[in-house]
Each structure stands twice: as C-alpha cells, then as structure tokens.
C-alpha cells in the first residue's frame, strides 16, 4: 500500500492543503485591510467534516437516478463574509478578527503536521526488525 494513499495520511494531506489554503486567504485579507469596498475571504468551515465523511467508508444510496454519485476529496468552498465591522469606505476587514484566524490555523497547521510526524514514526518503528 502507497504510503499517501492511506486514509490517515491523505487525510491529514487534505487537512493541510485546506489550512494552507486558509491562510493564504487570511494574508490576503490583511493585505487588503485598507482597499475601499473590500471583503473579507475564508474557507468554508465543513470542508474538512466532508472530507472526513468521505473517507468513513459508508456509501450512500443512490435512490434516484437524478442524485449525484458522491466520491473523492471535496474541494473547499471559499466564502466571502464580512467581519464585525466595516469602516466608511466598504472594507469589512478587521484586523484583529484577521489575526485571530491566523493564529487559529497556524495552531491546527502544526498539530496536523505532529500528526503526520507521528504517522511515519510509527511506520518506522513497525518497520524494523525484532530487538532493534
């Protein structure tokens, strides 16, 4: 079995691809902090729950020939919302909001990455032979 195919590891790959993608949502948001009418972007919060759905191994039925097929990793869906507050100008980005998510998602970022360390430690050690 590929090592990136297993349902741990490729989930923890979602996980960090969708972190990633979050907080490059979040510099730009603080990048257009100042930008008339601007709102601020994010990613849709159930992503990750769809893609672990995915992944539980229980199928949906397919009762109707109309019903799409479900299957493979959900793509995120980026919402454009507005913070608590929007300034004269239209800009809805709040920066201390902003920097808030940031931190949030460097903190699920680093646990997600101890993870996957913790993953391939424990192949490792299943990997070696008796008494070594």
Same mark, same amino acid.
Request: charged share 20%; net charge neutral; aromatic share 4%.
């Given at each position: 079995?590929?090592i990136g195919? *297993? =349902?741990y590891? !490729?989930?923890?790959? +979602? $996980?960090?691809d969708?972190?990633s993608?979050?907080? $490059?949502? +979040?510099? !730009?948001n +603080?990048?257009?902090? @100042?930008?008339?009418g601007y709102? =601020? $972007?994010?990613?849709d919060a159930s992503?990750?729950q ?5 992944? @539980?191994? /229980?199928a949906?039925?397919r &009762?109707n020939a109309g019903? #799409? *097929?479900?299957g493979?990793?959900p793509? *995120?869906v +980026? %919402?454009t919302?507005?913070?608590? !507050? &929007? &300034?004269?100008d239209?800009?809805a /980005? %709040?920066l !201390?909001?902003? &920097?808030v998510?940031?931190?949030e998602t460097? #903190?699920?970022?680093e646990?997600?990455?101890?993870l996957?360390?913790?993953g391939?430690?424990?192949?490792r050690?299943?990997?070696r =032979? =008796?008494?070594r």
């Amino acid at each position: 079995m590929d090592i990136g195919q *297993a =349902p741990y590891f !490729e989930l923890l790959r +979602i $996980r960090l691809d969708q972190l990633s993608q979050r907080q $490059r949502l +979040i510099a !730009e948001n +603080i990048a257009n902090a @100042s930008t008339p009418g601007y709102t =601020p $972007r994010d990613l849709d919060a159930s992503a990750f729950q769809r893609a672990l759905d995915a992944q @539980s191994g /229980v199928a949906l039925a397919r &009762t109707n020939a109309g019903h #799409m *097929a479900a299957g493979g990793a959900p793509q *995120a869906v +980026i %919402v454009t919302r507005a913070d608590s !507050e &929007t &300034t004269l100008d239209g800009n809805a /980005v %709040v920066l !201390e909001e902003q &920097t808030v998510r940031a931190a949030e998602t460097r #903190m699920q970022y680093e646990t997600a990455l101890a993870l996957y360390q913790k993953g391939l430690q424990l192949l490792r050690m299943a990997s070696r =032979p =008796p008494g070594r």
